[in-house]
């Protein structure tokens, strides 16, 4: 004679199978306890309906309760800082996160700058917002195949925030505390400068390394070395500088000039002992793709090439501190 739960386990979506951890029937009740490692949250829905339909209606079940479990996916946080405003950190982290992901990482990104989110523009999903389960955020998918959450998504366009220290910190713990499923890196794009939502970074989440961005003028290199001096002081190595807005060719005759100043980012990393991580040219091309929300890192050409050179370090990088 057939087993119930054996009848039950024929009945299953092939789906389910390589999945399936224990099957029992206990009072009419079917308890499915399947390992949903891998799978985002959309999977994870699709899987539990698939199984509950299956099971749903067969001999002896009156209640079909699905258990989903995984091993907790351990997340390394790379923060992109800069002690000035302006020298295109966000640009930089909205790249740096595409890139990785085209060299096959689990990408999410997280626009911490709360008093000048940029990143759903960039990404070229603004008006979408996230939207919530069991109290906590789901990023909002991008076209590039990062999910991105952003105090942008959360506020109406163009309002002002005015917030204390406290509340900025709880707002960063919402967007790092959420459903990132299988993301197995974040990319958090810092504010400018060492204040409180910093500060609440390095006790609370701890980040794995810190990219530091500047252009290359001394006004600016004085503030990324605040910038690294607090990374230091909360622990925090630093995997390199970037050099942004490093020379600008003129598209008429093809002279290049540095209307910031040259080399001086990576005679500082030298100064501070790290590594040099590379130049960002000021380019008309970066703007213009950037304010269309079609970041250049997932396309083709020069800037590609070097925002996956920046990508290959940064992922050698972590591979190395395993």
């Not at 009419?28 to 490692?37: E, F, H, P, S, Y």
């Not at 006790?203 to 607090?230: E, F």
Request: net charge negative; hydrophobic share 45%; glycine share 12%.
């Amino acid at each position: 004679m057939t087993e119930p739960t054996e009848t039950l386990r024929a009945a299953l979506p092939p789906q389910a199978l390589p999945r399936l951890q224990s099957l029992k029937l206990v009072e009419g009740r079917a308890i499915v306890v399947l390992d949903a490692a891998g799978l985002d949250q959309t999977e994870r829905e699709h899987l539990e309906t698939a199984v509950k339909d299956a099971l749903t209606g067969q001999p002896g079940v009156s209640e079909v309760r699905v258990a989903l479990i995984a091993d907790k996916v351990r997340r390394r946080i790379i923060a992109v800082g800069s002690g000035k405003g302006g020298v295109g950190k966000s640009t930089v982290s909205a790249n740096l996160a595409i890139a990785l992901a085209r060299l096959g990482r689990k990408v999410g990104l997280v626009d911490a700058d709360i008093y000048g989110p940029s990143q759903p523009r960039l990404l070229g999903i603004e008006g979408r917002r996230p939207e919530a389960a069991d109290k906590q955020l789901i990023p909002v998918k991008s076209p590039w195949g990062v999910p991105l959450l952003s105090m942008g998504q959360l506020i109406e366009p163009g309002k002002a925030i005015a917030w204390r220290g406290p509340m900025a910190g709880n707002a960063l713990g919402q967007l790092i505390d959420a459903k990132w499923g299988d993301a197995e890196l974040l990319v958090v794009d810092l504010p400018p400068g060492t204040g409180d939502v910093q500060l609440t970074m390095l006790q609370r989440y701890k980040p794995d390394g810190a990219v530091i961005v500047s252009t290359p003028q001394d006004l600016a290199l004085i503030d990324a070395a605040r910038a690294i001096q607090l990374f230091e002081v909360g622990g925090v190595p630093v995997i390199g500088m970037v050099e942004n807005m490093a020379g600008y060719q003129c598209p008429h005759c093809g002279e290049v000039s540095d209307p910031f100043g040259q080399g001086g980012a990576e005679a500082a990393a030298a100064a501070h002992g790290m590594a040099f991580l590379g130049r960002i040219p000021l380019e008309l091309s970066i703007r213009a793709a950037s304010d269309a929300g079609v970041p250049p890192a997932a396309g083709e050409g020069a800037v590609a090439d070097q925002f996956a050179s920046l990508a290959r370090q940064v992922a050698a990088w972590l591979d190395n501190q395993r």
